[in-house]
């Protein structure tokens, strides 16, 4: 989306920011604001044949709060476009089951829904934006990584993936692999820990941990070298590094702040961070252990 | 979506303001904002075979910023979903048409899109969230009418509806009427003049002049006795109450503030508003001359 923006809008458009998972938007008699949009599409994204209306709706929410966890900042409010193909019975039960999980999602996360718009169409789409605050603190960007950071992880990649695999062969989910996949959770309150506590750069795992770090290190012009990847119980490797949607957060931040961290997390009864590699200064060096890290995950294509 | 929402969400969650055109959401540091969200769907709001893909881009950014202008806002920023089939060529033309078309809207409005999200999709869906601000000022409601208030809308009414037979019909379109439902244009300049006149309600023709007209009323809890229908040069009276997509706003004020409106808008080389009725006391009373006006225009079915 980046990228279309600026080739489209190019000049006289603020493009400052769209790297990140948000933007900053200041708003006149102080104060600033974080934004972010994401649409959930049915067969795209999502597969109604494997998760309820419900799970749609609360995916599409925690999503979209996803993006405001990993600028370090705390949700004020969304609003909800739901776009929904007419049901044969007429009585709507697609789009008040998509409402019902944005409700759940909404109310977990302590954000209220504060409007929205509803349309008919050839298939569901739910897209969610989000209005977030850092209460005057400056938001945390992918781009602030520097040589020496430690990486971290908020916790084990691949559960989302992992979840997906296991319903669409019908073994029964264990391990709560299922409902990963199905509720996953915007670190919210992590990405607020994570922010007081220093860190140089934030990125959540929307779309797998490998190209989620890559992007992190493009921004920051940087390298890294992973020395551990961790994996949830019951996923796969390849889904851990490849595995979108876990909404994990990676950060990078000094050896010292990463202590100081771990001990705020685990005070605030929080999982404490894994610390899987370093940044580096070569921004072509991206290895994991003595091998390159290729960029897996979600890629979104367009055209 | 109202009434969805509020079905869905219940208690617990905030449904103050989801009447009105935009929502309003404090700052922490200072500040509020408005916040819209609506989207446009091939097929079902827009025909790719009357309008391009930039139409459509257009028409999106505009139809949310119109939400804007209704309660006297200014933007500040908007966030682009854009939903688009993947194309046989694979050229992402489509996108980048779209694309084009929100950049040409968002610059004519002075709106920076700071965000956004591209997914593929079945059909094109395009949802434009707008964030914007009343400087401080209370934003014009929908439900401030008052009996005796005069009733003015910001222009004739029915272009784009006419527009959109035009096109139809394969006939070239005249006065404009085609461009009208290509690149309808959002009030904005109107919308602050209105709300610093001190108007005492507010909508946008989204839907039809008539539809939008009782959504007043029922928010205001009043009644109206409209006198003058302004139709729009080739277009016809069912156009005129029943055409959605204009984008004129209607509001009410007192006759006094409706002179120094008028006096406002010429003065900002701005058309002066056309004044169509009056507020009155009885909210059963809905009439157009001596008969009663039925709520004519665009309904968002769902279900």
Redesign the interface.
């Known amino acids: 989306?980046v990228e279309?923006?600026r080739?489209?809008?190019?000049g006289?458009?603020?493009t400052a920011?769209?790297r990140d998972d948000?933007?900053s938007?200041?708003?006149?008699?102080?104060?600033?604001?974080v934004?972010?949009?994401?649409?959930v599409?049915d067969?795209?994204?999502v597969d109604l044949g494997l998760c309820s209306p419900a799970d749609v709706g609360w995916k599409a929410v925690m999503g979209a709060l996803s993006d405001l966890a990993a600028m370090g900042a705390r949700p004020?409010?969304a609003?909800?476009?739901?776009?929904?193909p007419?049901?044969e019975s007429?009585?709507?039960?697609l789009?008040?089951g998509v409402?019902?999980g944005?409700?759940e999602a909404?109310?977990t996360a302590g954000c209220?829904?504060?409007?929205?718009?509803?349309?008919?169409?050839?298939?569901l789409?739910v897209?969610v934006?989000v209005?977030g605050?850092t209460?005057?603190e400056t938001p945390v960007a992918r781009s602030g990584a520097v040589a020496g950071d430690v990486i971290l992880v908020s916790g084990p990649c691949g559960r989302s993936a992992g979840g997906l695999r296991q319903l669409r062969a019908g073994t029964a989910p264990t391990g709560g692999l299922g409902a990963a996949y199905r509720r996953p959770v915007a670190r919210l309150a992590e990405g607020l820990l994570i922010r007081q506590s220093g860190a140089h750069a934030m990125i959540d795992v929307s779309d797998g941990l490998s190209l989620d770090l890559h992007r992190l290190a493009d921004a920051s012009d940087v390298g890294f070298h992973l020395t551990h990847i961790p994996i949830a119980e019951g996923a796969t490797l390849e889904e851990a590094l490849g595995g979108g949607e876990d909404y994990e957060l990676v950060m990078t931040m000094t050896a010292v702040d990463a202590r100081r961290l771990t001990e705020r997390l685990a005070q605030a009864g929080l999982r404490t961070p894994l610390r899987i590699g370093l940044i580096t200064g070569d921004k072509n060096e991206r290895r994991l252990g003595d091998h390159e890290l290729e960029r897996q995950g979600w890629q979104?294509?367009?055209?």
Chains 1, 2 share one sequence.
Do not use: F, K, Y
Not at 7 to 10: A, D, E, N, Q, S
Not at 79 to 84: E, F, G, P, Q, R
Not at 300 to 303: F, P, T, V
């Open positions: 989306m279309l923006i080739r489209t809008l190019g006289g458009i603020e920011g769209l948000a933007a938007v200041a708003v006149p008699g102080g104060g600033s604001i934004v972010s949009v994401d649409s599409v067969g795209v994204h004020l409010a609003l909800v476009a739901l776009c929904a007419e049901s007429g009585d709507g039960a789009a008040l409402m019902a944005v409700a909404a109310t209220p829904v504060v409007g929205g718009d509803v349309s008919s169409s050839g298939g789409v897209t934006t209005i605050t209460d005057g979104h294509h367009i055209g």
